[in-house]
């Protein structure tokens, strides 16, 4: 299926919208909202920068109370909005509307509680990640879901996109870590969502939202006390195929590492370009492990583990146990996605997810569809999860090549679903990938969902356009879809 991919018009921008920016300068104060053309510019995109649309007016609240307003105020005028927490998303999920308002949380930084007796934590949404951690580690705890972006990435974003992270394996998602929330409703109104409520699980449902069911407010999340031991395992192996041996014997073993991670030659390639992160010399392939725990209990993992890698066939192994070493041996793997600009003018991000077992085998199948295409691709992904995150290069200056490396990416993601996989492990589905979900759901599943939303926001304004290919308005009896994606029908996009 050829990717859906909005080519925006800047004609559609401004229409009457300009005239909201008083009003929600009363709101935010004059500094709080921003007209310019030229600083609308910084926000017309997430991490996903083949989409990009200036929004017609950027304001920055800082209390819910002003979050409420400014929506109530979109809604009074019939305006669409999104919200923005740091714009990292990879599927566009905070794309703007160039005829509406983009909410950004950037000034909602306070953290408004640490409370260790009952391991949580109150942030307001543009926290970022690792402050949380930040914030409750002098106590000997800290926040698990570490997306590699965590030293930007807000917790609003993280909720919206229930993001993951390489100690997710273990762990668990950010759905997993988020104890309760307070959000302004669609409709403008201040809501709390808490676990522990009986009732159906809202909060669940808003979780991993995309941003489609209201704006997060205020965050409350698990703390985890800190590992008494942690040990990062380095190995490296002379094919990703006996590195995904070893993955799959781990797995089987019932050793739940805290991380495993692989690269493939061309991603570490892209990472010692970037940070000489010196992993061994001539590597088909690294896995990083990393086991934590009591101290005895880590002995026992580690050393099953390591004879597992041996069993695999992993030459070099080295083994980290002070934070410095483990930082080292991390460097390469933190920083893949960005060191990739190293060794290509231009890369797509992919992201799918596969069984475990069926790693070996797409990860040929990616190798082949490489070949054949002439598009070079580097594997860097959460391995123990099956979640790939294919790195799709290519160069613009190249006649035809962008649309290959589309085309190979698409494909990839065919292969996932072939396998019995997910189009999406993390990132979200937001633009990028809403024209995939038919391939996973019935027009009966997408429908349900589309009812649910419309129960939070009946108006269909808070961040439309995203998640759902045929999106259904509120009301319409089910079944029925206008058969024309969002951005397409508003005018703003075309079909390519
Ligand atoms: C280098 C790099 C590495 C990455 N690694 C990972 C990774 O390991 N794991 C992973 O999961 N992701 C990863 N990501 C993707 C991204 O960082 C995550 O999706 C992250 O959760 C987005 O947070 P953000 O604050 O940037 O959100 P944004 O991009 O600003 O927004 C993302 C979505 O959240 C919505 N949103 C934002 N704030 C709120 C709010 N307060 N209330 C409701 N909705 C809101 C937006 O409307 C949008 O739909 C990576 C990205 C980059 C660039």
Request: one cysteine or more; charged letters at 20%; hydrophobic letters at 45%.
């Amino acid at each position: 299926m050829p990717a859906l991919r909005a080519r925006l018009s800047a004609t559609v921008a401004g229409m009457g919208i300009a005239e909201l920016a008083p009003r929600l300068a009363e709101i935010a104060g004059p500094d709080g909202v921003i007209t310019d053309p030229q600083e609308l510019r910084t926000y017309e995109c997430d991490g996903l920068t083949s989409h990009a649309a200036v929004p017609g007016i950027v304001v920055l609240p800082t209390t819910a109370a002003q979050v409420a307003q400014v929506v109530r105020t979109c809604v009074g005028h019939g305006v669409p909005y999104v919200a923005r927490g740091s714009g990292t998303g990879l599927s566009g999920g905070a794309l703007p509307r160039t005829d509406g308002v983009l909410v950004v949380t950037s000034r909602m930084r306070r953290v408004v509680a640490v409370d260790v007796p009952n391991r949580r934590a109150t942030v307001e949404p543009g926290v970022v990640n690792l402050a949380v951690t930040r914030a409750a580690a002098g106590d000997g705890y800290y926040y698990a879901p570490d997306p590699s972006s965590q030293q930007i990435c807000s917790i609003g974003g993280n909720v919206a996109e229930n993001a993951g992270g390489a100690h997710c394996l273990k762990y668990g998602f950010t759905v997993n870590h988020v104890l309760g929330l307070e959000l302004v409703t669609p409709e403008g109104e201040i809501a709390r969502l808490d676990a522990d409520r009986p009732g159906y699980d809202l909060l669940g449902a808003f979780v991993g939202s995309e941003g489609t069911l209201g704006i997060a407010t205020e965050v409350t999340v698990r703390l985890l006390r800190a590992p008494e031991t942690v040990v990062t395992m380095l190995a490296g192996f002379g094919t990703v195929d006996a590195a995904g041996g070893c993955v799959s014997a781990i797995i089987a073993t019932g050793v739940v590492p805290a991380a495993l991670e692989m690269m493939d030659a061309l991603a570490i390639e892209a990472a010692e370009a970037a940070v000489a992160c010196d992993y061994p010399a001539g590597a088909g392939a690294v896995l990083i492990v990393e086991v934590d725990g009591p101290a005895a209990e880590v002995a026992e993992e580690l050393a099953a583990v390591r004879e597992l890698a041996v069993q695999a066939g992993a030459g070099e192994i080295r083994i980290a146990t002070d934070p410095a070493e483990r930082a080292a041996i991390w460097k390469g793997r933190k920083s893949a996605f960005a060191a990739v600009g190293r060794i290509s003018p231009a890369y797509l991000v992919q992201d799918g997810v596969v069984p475990r077992t069926a790693l070996p085998a797409v990860l040929a199948e990616i190798a082949a569809l490489s070949a054949e295409s002439g598009i070079r691709v580097a594997n860097v992904f959460h391995a123990g999860d099956g979640n790939l995150h294919p790195l799709v290069l290519y160069d613009r200056a190249v006649a035809g090549e962008a649309e290959r490396a589309e085309q190979v990416s698409a494909e990839i993601l065919a292969r996932c679903l072939a396998h019995g996989g997910s189009i999406t492990g993390e990132h979200g589905v937001g633009v990028d990938k809403s024209a995939y979900l038919p391939r996973m759901f019935t027009d009966a599943d997408l429908d349900t969902m589309q009812l649910l939303r419309c129960g939070f926001d009946p108006r269909g304004l808070c961040n439309p356009g995203k998640v759902f290919p045929t999106p259904r308005l509120c009301g319409e009896a089910p079944g029925h879809r206008t058969g024309v994606h969002p951005l397409v029908e508003s005018g703003q996009a075309e079909l390519f």
